[in-house]
């Protein structure tokens, strides 16, 4: 959860940065969807970890709350980046769609009635999985926005379309 709020705190830098460059619309509009996408995953952050788990409907409320996630990941990954940042969209994308796998597996661990104790364990860990690979992805754009090397922050970089080994 960490990450979530980093990646909030990162994108108010960004904003600093990006308006230090001049009045440019297409980046003014980049700013502020990148604003928009932190600030929406910091609150799905709140939100998910306030779910009372002993409430009735808590689980409709916590996958509601994943698919909302999904939902911001998927605008993320169609962002119109600028053009002086369009090395970075192929990380929005795979962000995109490593999240919608993770939402899927969660879904399908916390629905299949059928699932024994090790299916559900191996699905919802594949999810996990799935969910670290787009906030690493997330991380690594803000990271390169910054002009910082995301190596030196501990985000190894994996060049895209190479990541379905992962």
């Known amino acids: ?28 509009q980049f700013k502020t969807d990148i604003d928009t996408f932190c ?6 952050d709140t939100s998910i970890n306030n779910v009372d788990t002993s409430a009735d409907g808590a689980l409709d409320e916590m996958l509601g709350y994943l698919e909302d996630l999904n939902t ?17 969209e192929p990380y929005a994308d795979e962000a ?3 999240m919608a796998e993770a939402v899927s597996s969660y879904m399908d661990a916390y629905t299949n009635e059928t699932y024994t104790e090790e299916m559900f364990t191996a699905t919802y860990q594949y ?11 997330v991380q690594i754009i803000i990271t390169l926005l910054h002009g910082e090397d995301p190596e030196t922050l501990g985000l190894a970089t994996v060049a895209p379309e190479e990541t379905t080994s992962e």
Do not use: H, W
């Not at 960490?2 to 003014?28: H, M, N, W």
């Not at 600030?39 to 799905?44: V, Y």
């Not at 911001?72 to 970075?88: M, S, T």
């Open 127 to 137: 999810a996990r999985e799935n969910e670290s690979r787009a906030f690493r992805r």
């Open 72 to 88: 911001e990941f998927q605008k993320f990954a169609d962002l119109d980046f600028p053009e002086e940042f369009d090395y970075l």
């Open 1 to 28: 959860m960490k990450k979530k709020l980093s990646l909030l705190a990162g994108s108010l830098s960004l904003a600093v940065i990006l308006t230090a460059c001049g009045r440019d619309p297409q980046l003014e």
């Open 39 to 44: 600030t929406n995953i910091s609150m799905l």
């Open 96 to 98: 995109g769609a490593y």
